[in-house]
């Protein structure tokens, strides 16, 4: 049963250890149009206000491969709102996940079908679900930093029983 809702909700389309060197054309080739990116761990340290080079070239290569791109992120603050605004980005903030129901409002309104979005993000239990949840595409990427809260990483040791469980 664990392993069926693993599959389900949990099992991410594609894993990266770095966004730059991922083969996005493999995505571009299953006629994705918009990228959706978590913030926290995925692109920069948490709580960071502002983008780093590896987030700047984040963002350079998938405009490169002319995406769509939404940063989107649980928490609701200027944070997120300055954060895309420096990267030129438009972003979903209190995306609420692994809920979809946020992203697939916001899909929606920017015109495009859950089958035309990939949600990027470095947790199973937030970003690989909501992701799945909606039914987009999913893109797991290593976490950038390791210095986390105390029940992130707890988090991080039951995902990774998990994916050493249930992947195959
Ligand atoms: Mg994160």
Not at 30 to 54: A, C, M, W
Not at 104 to 111: C, R, T, V
Not at 115 to 129: C, H, K, M, N
Request: proline share 1%; aromatic share 10%.
């Amino acid at each position: 049963m664990l392993q069926k809702f693993y599959d389900e909700k949990l099992k991410a389309d594609y894993e990266t250890t770095d966004l730059r060197l991922f083969n996005w054309q493999i995505i571009k080739n299953q006629k994705i149009k918009i990228v959706f990116l978590d913030i926290d761990n995925t692109l920069v340290k948490h709580g960071s206000r502002e983008p780093d080079e590896y987030a700047k070239q984040v963002i350079q290569v998938l405009r490169k491969h002319e995406f769509d791109i939404c940063i989107l992120s649980n928490a609701m603050s200027d944070r997120i709102t300055e954060f895309a605004d420096n990267l030129g980005v438009d972003y979903l903030e209190n995306a609420r996940k692994p809920s979809a129901k946020r992203l697939l409002e916001k899909l929606e309104k920017k015109g495009y079908t859950n089958q035309e979005a990939i949600l990027v993000g470095d947790q199973l239990f937030t970003d690989i679900w909501a992701g799945k949840n909606a039914g987009c595409l999913t893109l797991l990427v290593q976490q950038r930093f390791h210095d986390e809260a105390f029940q992130v990483k707890l988090k991080r040791h039951l995902e990774k029983y998990l994916i050493r469980k249930y992947q195959k």
